[in-house]
C-alpha cells in the first residue's frame, strides 16, 4: 500500500510537500498501487489548481468548469513531471495548469474561429490597458499609449481592440440598437447580385463577339441587349425571320464551341 502523501507544507497552504511521494512515484510499475498514490498527489494539490482558475472566474466561464480544467492540467502535470531533473512540482504544475485554462478559452470560449495571433494581440492590449488604466485615471488610454506600454505598433493594437468587442457574436435576430420596430441585423445585410453570376460568360464571350461579322453581331446585339424580338430585326436588317433565326442558332453554336475549347485548353 502506497505511503500517505506527507502533511507538511510549504509557505503556501495549498503547496503540500510531495516530493517524497514523486520519488516513489517514479519508481512504481504501472498498476493499483501506482494509481493509489498518484491520486493522493492529485488531491493533495487541488486546492492549488482551484486558485488558479480563481484568477480566470471573471472572463465569462463558469467556476465550475475552470476547476475542472484547472484539474485536468494538474493531472497532466503530475503524469509529466520529472522529480530527478530537481525543480519542485510547484514550478513546473503552475505553467501547466494556467496554459491549459489559457488553451480552454482560447479554443472553447470564442464564438467563432480567431487567429491564435489575434487573440494574442487581444490579450496584449488588455493587460496593458489594465495597467494604463491605474495611471491614467478618469479616460480610456490611447491607442499610441497603448502602443508604446505594450511594444506593439499602433496596427496591431487597432487589431487587438477590434477583437475585444468581437469575442462574441451578435445573432442575425438581435434587434438593432435604437430600433422600435424590431428592425434587426438580418434586415440591414445585402444579398448577393444575380447579375454576378453572368460576369464570367459575358467576360469570356466579349472577344468572340468582337470577332464576328459585323452584320451578325449587330444581330446578337438586337436580340440580346436590346431585347428585340426576331420579327423586328428581319423587318429592321430587311431579312426573313427565318434567316434571323438560322443566324442567332449559328453564331451560338459557334460563340459555344469556341468558348469551350478555350476552357479545355
Not at 504501472?30 to 482558475?53: C, K, T, Y
Not at 430600433?179 to 469570356?204: F, I, K, N
Amino acid at each position: 500500500m502506497p505511503t500517505p502523501v506527507s502533511a507538511k507544507h510549504h509557505p503556501h497552504d495549498d503547496a503540500p510537500d510531495t516530493a517524497d511521494s514523486f520519488r516513489r512515484l517514479a519508481g512504481l510499475p504501472p498498476g493499483p498501487e501506482r494509481d493509489a498514490l498518484r491520486g493522493q498527489i492529485v488531491e493533495a494539490w487541488l486546492p492549488m489548481a482551484d486558485r488558479l482558475a480563481g484568477r480566470f472566474r471573471s472572463r465569462g466561464e463558469s467556476f465550475d468548469d475552470l476547476r475542472q480544467v484547472a484539474a485536468l492540467g494538474l493531472v497532466k502535470a503530475v503524469d509529466r513531471y520529472d522529480p530527478a531533473r530537481g525543480n519542485a512540482f510547484e514550478s513546473y504544475a503552475v505553467p501547466t495548469i494556467t496554459g491549459e485554462i489559457k488553451r480552454h478559452f482560447r479554443d472553447h470560449m470564442w464564438t467563432l474561429h480567431v487567429p491564435r495571433r489575434v487573440q494574442d494581440l487581444r490579450n496584449r492590449v488588455r493587460f496593458a490597458a489594465q495597467d494604463l488604466a491605474q495611471t491614467i485615471p478618469g479616460r480610456r488610454p490611447t491607442v499610441a499609449e497603448i502602443a508604446e506600454h505594450a511594444s506593439m505598433s499602433e496596427e496591431d493594437v487597432l487589431v487587438g481592440l477590434e477583437a475585444l468587442e468581437s469575442f462574441t457574436a451578435l445573432s442575425l435576430d438581435a434587434e438593432l440598437p435604437g430600433s422600435e420596430d424590431g428592425y434587426s441585423l438580418a434586415d440591414a445585410l445585402g444579398s448577393s447580385d444575380p447579375a454576378l453570376d453572368t460576369v464570367v460568360d459575358r467576360e469570356s464571350v466579349k472577344p468572340r463577339l468582337a470577332a464576328l461579322p459585323e452584320r451578325e453581331r449587330a444581330i446578337l446585339y438586337m436580340r440580346f441587349f436590346g431585347d428585340m424580338t426576331q420579327s423586328r430585326i428581319a423587318e429592321q436588317l430587311g431579312i426573313s425571320q427565318m434567316h434571323v433565326s438560322r443566324l442567332i442558332s449559328r453564331c451560338c453554336g459557334r460563340l459555344r464551341e469556341q468558348i469551350m475549347r478555350d476552357a479545355a485548353a
